[in-house]
């Protein structure tokens, strides 16, 4: 009885297979299941694929890589702050001469400061006590001896140099050069008898422009030996030793 109800169970449910088997799935090759004839037919249909699970724990930490190879230089950095200062060194060689410089301008010229003059006598001085006249010229270029007078006349303010060499014969000479009216030196000879001497002087005045110098007996007659011819000079001379003025510009003294 038991077979008999197994066996109809059994072809009523291979009736229902074949039926679902043409309408569904008419072409898929059905799966043999390990459970034999009879478990192939107890199969359902294969389910849908289930959601995704949560997210599992973060794993451990990996071991550290290798050493990467050596990057390339970096670009320089800003400039740093100056330094302080530093020794004085030592100092350095003396250098070469440097290149002669360029011609100056041309200066004012020296003639304007001349003023000399030399002069003689040609004969004994006749009178005292009055300006020597000497007539014998050897030089007078700026005329600045006067031979009509007797006397030089400053032109050129500064220091002046004026000396006189004069023989003496028949009389003693006694004379003075005069400066302004006044007796500046005075020099004095003895004549000695059956001689010929000589008397000299020599002085350096500042003269101011118009100061007058000459040179003359000083004294009465006796004095007036002052003497000249052709073998025997007397002579005055006097120059401008150096100006007052310089480039045009006046000076101290
Ligand atoms: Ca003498």
């Known amino acids: 009885m038991k077979q008999r109800s197994r066996l ?31 478990a192939n037919w107890m199969a359902g249909a294969p389910g849908y694929p289930g959601h ?41 060689p003396r250098g070469l001469a440097g290149s002669p410089g360029m011609k100056g301008e041309r200066g004012d010229s020296a003639a304007i400061y001349r003023s000399a003059f030399s002069v003689g006598l040609t004969a004994r001085v006749p009178y005292p006590n009055i300006p020597i006249k000497f007539t014998k010229i050897f030089y007078n270029e700026q005329n600045h001896y006067d031979l009509t007078t007797g006397k030089f006349r400053c032109n050129i303010p500064g220091v002046h140099y004026f000396a006189y060499h004069l023989t003496v014969y028949a009389a003693d000479v006694k004379v003075s050069l005069y400066k302004k009216d006044k007796a500046v030196i005075i020099t004095y000879d003895q ?63």
């Open 8 to 38: 109809l169970f059994c072809s009523l449910a291979l009736l229902v297979k074949l039926c679902c088997y043409l309408d569904v799935v008419a072409e898929e090759d059905p799966q043999p299941s390990a459970g034999g004839t009879c």
């Open 191 to 253: 004549y000695q008898k059956n001689d010929v001497d000589q008397a000299s002087g020599s002085v350096l005045l500042h003269l101011e422009v118009g100061d007058e110098v000459w040179l003359q007996v000083y004294g009465a007659e006796e004095n007036n030996g002052v003497y000249a011819d052709n073998v025997n000079d007397s002579t005055f001379m006097g120059f401008l030793l150096y100006p007052d003025m310089v480039v045009g510009q006046p000076t101290e003294h």
């Open 52 to 92: 995704n699970g949560a997210p599992g724990r973060d794993g451990r930490d990996g071991r550290d890589g290798e050493k990467g190879e050596k990057g390339e230089q970096g670009t320089p950095g800003p400039k740093g702050d100056d330094g302080s200062l530093g020794a004085i060194g030592a100092q350095g």
